[in-house]
């Protein structure tokens, strides 16, 4: 009898473990609830309006899109830093260096452009501080390259810096979807930067 009341006692106790561990189950999916709540959040946080910031360097970079639209050289390398160590990493896999330089090679190209057509998507701004964001976005442009139609699409990533009272791109990296090899590299971009 002394046998059987140990038995029962330990299957008692087993049970009650038993209950125990499914409590403890039960109390995991409030923790996945809480996860789902913090995704919905963060979800909420990116339909926000935009900062401040955010609008001004999204002016800025309008502005720049607008410059190339035109094929205004001067109105493009507005929204540039104006500085020897700028670099730009190139849509047919060269980079140049210097502001000057790119001002050149937009000077000498842009006589022989035309009917220029750019449609940035998916348009996206970051701010990394007061001073600080970068914008990353899809684009595609077509225009009339010294007779030639051309055709091209990407993805861009410019990082921007509050200079002064102005927005300035400071790094420039775009990469096409397909690489044209029909257009030359002007002489100042180089492969290994």
């Known amino acids: 009898m002394k046998k059987l009341a140990f038995i029962n006692i330990i299957v008692l106790t087993a049970v009650f473990a038993a209950f125990g561990q499914k409590t403890t189950t039960t109390i995991r999916p409030k923790v996945v609830t809480v996860t789902k709540t913090q995704t919905v959040k963060t979800e909420t946080t990116a339909t926000t309006p935009q900062t401040a910031g955010q609008k001004s360097v999204r002016a800025a ?44 090679n937009r000077d000498s190209s842009y006589p022989k452009t035309k009917n220029v057509t750019l449609d940035p998507t998916g348009v996206r701004v970051e701010m990394l501080g007061r001073d600080a964001a970068y914008v990353t976005c899809k684009w595609k442009q077509t225009q009339e ?26 790094h420039l990296h775009t990469s096409p979807d397909n690489p044209a090899a029909t257009r030359p590299v002007l002489p100042s971009e180089r492969d290994n930067q």
Do not use: C, H, P
């Open 61 to 104: 970079f309008d502005r720049l899109i607008e410059g190339i639209k035109q094929v205004d050289a001067d109105k493009v390398m507005s929204v540039y830093q104006n500085s020897d160590n700028i670099l730009f990493f190139n849509n047919n896999g060269t980079a140049t260096i210097g502001w000057e330089t790119m001002k050149k």
């Open 145 to 170: 390259y010294d007779g030639n139609l051309e055709s091209a699409s990407g993805r861009m990533t410019l990082v921007f810096r509050l200079i002064g009272k102005d927005w300035k791109v400071v």
